[in-house]
């Protein structure tokens, strides 16, 4: 499954119940939560005792892999990021709702990717150690492209403030189209241009 080595696979289920007492989640969460999921089952484990080629990194010791079930495509991220705050680990989520599934991992914010029959998803296993694993699995769920000396963290940093940017130039665009007074669209000209020059 995944496309994972089989010396990987684990498949034990993982009781919603067990996760409630462990976390101590409010009783709105939990309901939430509840909600959204039918069942979670824990389907692989990639460390360097299940996969030798790949070597322990400074930082990621384990990852991995929870399959949840979904009781609908429309479900709330915010059970997800719950749940990911929840598990101090390094965790890929696959969630499956009927033949269809995503992959979501949280690293300072959730990324998911877009859903796609269950038989085409797959988790790329590329990196020395499992600190570059982590890192490219993160990159590819999150479509994020890692510039060369900026770590995983400042390259999502540096994407978020990018989207701020375009966010700010688009709103100023629309407000200036908007604008019959030729001096306020003077001003809204060259703010955008000076947003422009920051991206």
Partial sequence: MLGLPQSTEVKRPLPKVQLY???????????????????LDFVNWI????????????????????EVSLKSRNFDTKSIVLLAKSIPQRVIYLLRSEDNALLAVYHTKLFTSSWQPLDNVSVPLDGLNLDAVWQNIVAFVG???????????????????????????????????STSQPRRQRELYAEIKKLKSML
């Fill in 143 to 177: 479509e994020l492209e890692v510039a060369e000396g900026n770590s995983l963290t400042e390259q999502i940093k540096v994407d978020e403030e990018r989207a701020k940017l375009v966010r700010q130039i688009e709103s100023l665009e629309r407000l200036m189209r």
């Fill in 47 to 66: 460390a360097p005792r299940t996969l030798p080629a790949i070597a322990e990194g400074a930082e990621v010791k384990e990852i991995f892999v929870i």
């Fill in 21 to 39: 007492k462990r976390f101590d989640w409010k009783p709105s969460q939990r309901e939430s939560f509840d909600g959204d999921v039918s069942h």
